[in-house]
């Protein structure tokens, strides 16, 4: 049997075991609260990521929606620019020939070569709205149709016009006045507003015989995003430096729309002209009128040939109200007079103006008429209206500027004459 010492040893050491055992569980409690409490902060940390989550997913569902709304709305809005020189691209004779007529069928024709030019090259669809810009000099071109005797006056030309903007809502021929810059100005800045307009898909250019429409191309033909999106029309054939850039964008040709040729422009001859310290005797209009015809057309060629048969430029003022707009001075001839004018092929220039600056001109020269004659002429002329409008600043413009009818009370729905051109203050 143990003694009594050694059960007291033993006992001892138990107790130490028992003491070290609470300790280490004691531990392991302190141990457990530490990992709850953490446990317990990463429980509500991650409650809140996952708000968070939650409101950021919300708010990426909105953004992705408001966005697919954008593109949905961009593309119900896109469309593609068509911008032309239309002192360079011509439209076909047949087309100018039929006056309103064809200027209707002109925009159905552009506008189905447009959309299947589009639907080729670019893949885009047949249906994408287009928005077309033609700027030219339209009193120059006139005068050069007249000369090359595609038309007869510029009567024909004005209806083209008419009906060519009466075609379509978005097809706009506008006259951007007489001077080259003019048009150039427009053109340049609507290309550079639609490269830069996210909602145009494509921009069609029409100027291929024009060197100077290269430095409007150069910046976007070369690694710019839209590059690829440019396509050119040829109508003549491409202009030297215009040449270098046709490889690196796309290339459309519209033969039934637009000539591939160049019109001759009108040649003036200026031996023909008077100095202007040289006067000839205006013989009265009965006289002149009393000349039969054969006899005036004789001397058509006689004028042209003799320096001392033509008459010294008149110049008429440029009348204008407050507001800067052209006014027609008031004229009154006799009607019976205006009846006889009316049958007889005078050269307007000749005879209102003082020089004729034509080759070969196939109207009456003869010698000058006399001051009711040309007040008679200038009266007819101003039947037709000036393109330019209230805008016209030529001194040598013979054309109406205001509805001569006071009365008019069509205000320029049946009118030839704009509607501005009604009523205009001569104050």
């Known amino acids: 049997m143990a003694s009594l010492e050694i ?137 050069m149709y007249c000369y090359n005797k595609i038309l007869d006056s510029a009567d024909d030309l004005y209806m083209f016009v008419c009906g060519f903007n009466k075609g379509h809502p978005m097809f706009d021929l506008v006259d951007a006045g007489d001077g080259k810059e003019c048009a150039d100005a427009k053109l340049k800045a609507w290309f550079d507003r639609d490269m830069a307009d996210v909602q145009c898909r494509a921009v069609i250019f029409g100027g291929s015989a024009d060197d100077s429409h290269s430095r409007l191309l150069q910046p976007y033909v070369q690694g710019h995003p839209k590059s690829n999106q440019i396509i050119l029309i040829e109508g003549p054939p491409f202009a030297k430096e215009l040449a270098e850039l046709k490889n690196k964008v796309h290339i459309a040709c519209f033969p039934d729309v637009f000539r591939n040729t160049k019109i001759l422009p009108r040649r003036i001859s200026f031996s023909t002209v008077l100095p202007p310290n040289l006067t000839t005797n205006a013989p009265s209009y009965a006289a002149t009128i009393g000349r039969p015809a054969d006899a005036d057309a004789g001397r058509t060629e006689e004028g042209h040939g003799s320096v001392a048969t033509l008459p010294a430029r008149r110049d008429y003022l440029i009348l204008q109200n407050s507001k800067g707009q052209r006014l027609d001075a008031l004229i009154s001839p006799p009607q019976s007079l205006v009846n006889t004018m009316r049958t007889t092929k005078y050269c307007n220039m000749f005879h209102v103006l003082g020089e004729c600056n034509y080759i070969n001109c196939i109207h009456l020269h003869g010698k000058r008429l006399d001051e009711a004659g040309i ?44 509607k501005e051109m009604h009523n205009v203050d001569r104050a």
């Open 375 to 418: 007040e008679a002429r200038r009266f007819l002329l101003r039947q037709t209206p000036c393109l330019s409008g209230l805008k016209c600043k030529d001194a040598k413009c013979l054309l109406g500027h205001q509805c001569p009818n006071k009365l008019c009370a069509k205000m320029g729905r049946v009118c030839r004459f704009a």
């Open 7 to 143: 059960l007291e040893e033993q006992f001892g050491r138990l107790k130490e075991v028992e003491g070290r055992k609470d300790q280490l569980i004691e531990e392991l409690f302190s141990r457990v609260k530490e990992i709850d409490l953490a446990l317990t902060a990463k429980k509500l940390h991650l409650e809140r990521e996952q708000e968070c989550a939650k409101l950021y997913q919300s708010m990426l569902h909105d953004a992705q929606l408001k966005l697919r709304n954008v593109e949905e709305s961009i593309d119900s809005n896109s469309f593609v620019s068509v911008l032309i020189d239309g002192d360079g691209m011509l439209f076909c004779d047949d087309l100018v020939k039929s006056a309103q007529q064809g200027g209707i069928e002109a925009v159905s024709r552009l506008r189905s070569r447009v959309c299947e030019s589009v639907s080729r090259d670019l893949e885009l669809s047949s249906h994408i709205q287009l928005r077309v810009r033609i700027y030219a000099n339209l009193k120059g071109l006139a005068s």
